[in-house]
C-alpha cells in the first residue's frame, strides 16, 4: 500500500519537499541542543515544563478525538462514519507521534527515556502514561492497516481485529486521563489540583480532534476525488458543538470554584493568566484571545443553520482549534508554574530555538499524517473505481 504515498501531483511533491525542510531545520536546532543543553530554551527553575510538553498535552487530546469516529461506527453501527473511521485512525497516529516526539526533545538527554522501561515505577503515573500512549499508537497502526487492507483486498478485516477495536475505545480515553493525572496529581501545583481536570481534557479533545478532522476532510474533498460526504462532516460537527460547550461549561465551573472560595492558590493562576500578577502578564493577550475564539466557535456551532455552511464550519472549526490549543498549550502548562509555590513570578516564554524544534516536530507528525491519508484515499478510489 505504501506505493501510493511515492506517486502524486506536483503540488504533492512540493508539499513533503517542504516538510522535509522543516524537519530538517527542526532537527538541526535540535542538535544545537543535544549538545549545548536546555539552556537555549525558556525553561528555567521554576517552570521545567514548557512549550515540548504543551504539545504533548494538545496533541494527546487530538489522538484521543479520533474515538468520536470509532465508537459511533462499531459500538452504535453508525454507518455513514465507515468513511471516515480510517482518516480518525490515522490522524490518531500522527498526533502520538507528535506527542512522543515532543518527550524526547524535551529531555536533555534522549537517551534517559529508556530508564521508564530498564527501571519501571508502577506508582508513577508517567510510567503509565508510556504505556497508554505507545499502546494506543500500536492499536491504531494495527487496526488502520489491517482494516485499509481488507477494503483493498474487497474482504471483511481478520476476526481478531475486532476485539482490538473494542479496546481501543477506553484506551483512547485512558490516554487523556492519564496525561491529566500528570498534573492534578502534583499537590504543589494549585492550578492543576483539581478533580475536574480530566473530564475538561476529554471535553477539549473531543472538540478539538474531530474539528481538526472536519478540516481535513474539506481539505480532502478539493485536493482529491474522494468525497468524506456532507452526513459525516455534520454529524462531527454536532460532537464539536456538545464538546466545546461543556469545555467551557467545565472551565467556568473552575473561575467559580476559585473566586467564590478565595484560595489563593487557585485565584493566583487565573488572575496571572487573564489580569496579570505583580506587573507580569505575557499570557493576558493569549487568554483573552482564546477564550473569545472559542466562546465564537461554540456560538457559531449552536446555530444550525450557520453550521450546515461548510465555509463557516471550517472557520469556526479553525477558531476552536486555535482556541483549545492556546488554553491547553499554552495557558495550562504555564500557569501551573507560574506563580511558584512561594508566589514569585517567574515568567515563562518559549525561546526561537523551542519553536523551531516544535515546528520540526510538527511536520514529521504532517509528513506521517499525508503518507497514510495518501494510501487510505488512493485505496478508496481505487476501491471506488
Not at 507528535?98 to 515505577?121: E, K, Y
Not at 489491517?146 to 480515553?173: C, D, F, M
Request: proline letters at 5%.
Amino acid at each position: 500500500m505504501l506505493e501510493y504515498a511515492i506517486k502524486g501531483s506536483k503540488a504533492y511533491c512540493a508539499w513533503m519537499t517542504a516538510l522535509l525542510g522543516l524537519i530538517g531545520l527542526g532537527f538541526g536546532v535540535w542538535l544545537w541542543q543535544f549538545n549545548f543543553g536546555l539552556g537555549i530554551t525558556g525553561l528555567s527553575r521554576d517552570v521545567s515544563w514548557g512549550f515540548y510538553i504543551a504539545q504533548l498535552t494538545y496533541m494527546v487530546g487530538v489522538a484521543a478525538g479520533g474515538v468520536m469516529v470509532v465508537l459511533p461506527y462499531y459500538l452504535h453501527d453508525y454507518k455513514a462514519f465507515g468513511r471516515i473511521t480510517i482518516l480518525g485512525e490515522f490522524l490518531a497516529i500522527a498526533a502520538l507521534i507528535v506527542c512522543l516526539l515532543s518527550v524526547v526533545v524535551d529531555l536533555g538527554q534522549p537517551m534517559r527515556i529508556l530508564n521508564v522501561w530498564l527501571h519501571p515505577t508502577p506508582n508513577s503515573v508517567l510510567f503509565w502514561d508510556t504505556i497508554v500512549l505507545n499502546g494506543y499508537l500500536f492499536l491504531n497502526l494495527v487496526i488502520g492497516w489491517n482494516v485499509l487492507q481488507a477494503e483493498r483486498n474487497g474482504t471483511h478485516y481478520p476476526g481478531w481485529v475486532k476485539p482490538l477495536i473494542y479496546l481501543s475505545i477506553p484506551w483512547a480515553i485512558s490516554i487523556h486521563t492519564v496525561t491529566a493525572f500528570l498534573y492534578c496529581g502534583l499537590p504543589g501545583r494549585g492550578f492543576w489540583l483539581t478533580a475536574i481536570l480530566a473530564p475538561r481534557f476529554l471535553a477539549s479533545a473531543f472538540a478539538a480532534g474531530p474539528a481538526l478532522l472536519i478540516l481535513l476532510c474539506l481539505l480532502i474533498r478539493k485536493v482529491s476525488n474522494f468525497d468524506p460526504g456532507r452526513e459525516q462532516i455534520q454529524a462531527l460537527a454536532k460532537i464539536v458543538t456538545y464538546a466545546i460547550i461543556i469545555n467551557l461549561f467545565f472551565f467556568l465551573c473552575e473561575i467559580f470554584v476559585a473566586f467564590y472560595s478565595q484560595i489563593p492558590e487557585h485565584t493566583t493562576h487565573i488572575k496571572y493568566l487573564f489580569v496579570g500578577l505583580h506587573g507580569h502578564g505575557v499570557l493576558v493577550p493569549w487568554m483573552w484571545a482564546s477564550m473569545i475564539l472559542m466562546a465564537t466557535a461554540a456560538i457559531m456551532l449552536v446555530i444550525p443553520a450557520i453550521r450546515h455552511n461548510e465555509g463557516v464550519l471550517a472557520v469556526a472549526c479553525a477558531m476552536l482549534f486555535v482556541g483549545a490549543w492556546i488554553d491547553k498549550g499554552l495557558g495550562l502548562i504555564s500557569a501551573g508554574f507560574v506563580p511558584n509555590p512561594l508566589h514569585e513570578v517567574n515568567e515563562y516564554v518559549p525561546t526561537l530555538p523551542e519553536l523551531a524544534i516544535t515546528l520540526g516536530v510538527y511536520a514529521i507528525g504532517a509528513l506521517v499524517l499525508t503518507v497514510l491519508f495518501k494510501m487510505a484515499i488512493g485505496i478508496k478510489e481505487e476501491v471506488r473505481a
